[in-house]
């Protein structure tokens, strides 16, 4: 059995709560030991012919489970990694989660700074963030890119260019928050197991460290975005009048 399913994005998104959840179901097989594999978005897995082993051995499957996935969030953002996915396996379910992309931003900085590998304050790591991502060029930047991954109209065209749409679940943070039980089932029912199933209740919903997002940056970020939200809104028909300049945090929470 091949990797089936990918929870490809976004970071801070949800993935880690949806990933929780799934890993639960008695026929979804995930990664043994660890989240997050990262093998589609190393550079020197992909320098020749990728060897696939490593990748597999990471995987336990019994007899009754029938699908596997791999949760690695930054598969989204990572140019060549969709490309890489469909070579593997052109049948491959994406299941991605979006966030408020201002939010998102401060989710991450605030993810770096407890992790120390970053240590300029919110405004500063904004202002500074195209200055310091070219440091990683021609590769994306895996920190300090905390704007720029919540561009999601241009990697949601990516991926429907090369699955389809109909290999494609896009959820938003609110969907796993607010209509928790119908978002699972949700995600059952497209990963083709049985969506009666009820997950064990978590507490995944955790504050963010009791740091409140500087309002004049994150709308200053939202004014950024706007352009991007409203092709996201047109990609999925869906309302995101919440992401939009002007408009009060309406959720001060992580997954």
Not at 119 to 142: V, Y
């Amino acid at each position: 059995m091949r990797v089936s399913f990918v929870i490809g994005g976004t970071q801070k998104g949800g993935t880690s709560a949806l990933a929780s959840f799934l890993r639960q179901h008695p026929q979804i097989c995930m990664p043994a030991d660890r989240k997050e594999l990262h093998f589609f978005d190393r550079e020197e897995e992909f320098g020749g012919k990728p060897d696939y082993r490593g990748y597999h051995n990471s995987f336990r499957p019994e007899k009754k489970q029938t699908v596997i996935g791999d949760a690695t969030p930054i598969y989204m953002y990572w140019n060549p990694a969709p490309a890489r996915i469909w070579t593997y396996n052109p049948a491959m379910k994406w299941i991605v989660i979006l966030r408020d992309p201002a939010e998102r931003a401060f989710s991450a900085w605030n993810m770096e700074t407890q992790r120390d590998r970053e240590n300029l304050s919110f405004e500063e790591a904004i202002e500074k963030e195209a200055a310091r991502c070219r440091e990683a060029l021609p590769l994306q930047h895996r920190i300090y890119s905390y704007a720029d991954r919540g561009f999601y109209a241009a990697q949601l065209r990516r991926l429907f260019n090369i699955f389809g749409r109909e290999q494609c679940l896009v959820l938003l943070n609110e969907d796993l928050r607010n209509q928790h039980q119908k978002t699972l089932r949700d995600v059952f029912k497209f990963l083709e197991v049985d969506d009666s199933f009820v997950p064990e209740a978590a507490e995944v919903f955790h504050h963010e460290a009791d740091k409140t997002p500087p309002a004049p940056t994150i709308d200053k970020l939202r004014q950024m975005f706007y352009g991007d939200v409203k092709e996201v809104e047109r990609l999925l028909q869906r309302d995101l009048t919440k992401w939009h300049p002007g408009k009060a945090q309406q959720n001060q929470q992580q997954l």
